[in-house]
């Protein structure tokens, strides 16, 4: 059985920085892209930031250009995205997501395979 775990969550002030990071268990797959999104309550799932497995290429929402940096380890399966000088407005739970079809909408929730457990993040002012 597939899982994604997200982990790297937690609560900071303004301006600081937070890693979070997303383990791929139970299967190796040999492309596949994997997306960063975030939902406040009562909103809807958006991406932040994609990596596509293979070839490294990025995607980022505006809101987090230049701030958030999405990468990957190939050798321990795992995901991350560094997020720096956060903002109040980051505060949301953040959930990874695998997509199979890499031609597939990268912003579109229902498009994607697997999601993980999600992290919260909080950001003080």
């Known amino acids: 059985q597939v899982r994604l775990v997200e982990s790297g969550g937690g609560s900071v002030q303004a301006g600081d920085s937070l890693r979070l990071a997303c383990v791929v268990s139970?299967?190796?797959?040999?492309?596949?892209?994997m997306s960063w999104f975030r939902q406040a309550p009562g909103k809807w799932r958006e991406v932040v930031a994609a990596?596509?497995?293979?070839?490294?290429?990025?995607y980022y929402a505006d809101t987090v250009k230049g701030r958030f940096t999405i990468s990957r380890d190939n050798d321990k399966n795992t995901g991350y995205i560094q997020m720096d000088n956060l903002r109040p407005e980051d505060t949301n739970v953040y959930y990874c997501?695998?997509?199979?079809?890499?031609?597939?909408?990268?912003?579109?929730?229902?498009?994607?395979?697997?999601w993980g457990q999600g992290t919260p993040v909080t950001v003080s002012s």
């Open positions: 997501a695998i997509q199979f079809r890499l031609w597939d909408a990268i912003t579109t929730p229902e498009r994607y395979d697997l």
């Open positions: 139970g299967r190796t797959f040999s492309d596949y892209r």
């Open positions: 990596i596509t497995w293979r070839s490294g290429e990025t």
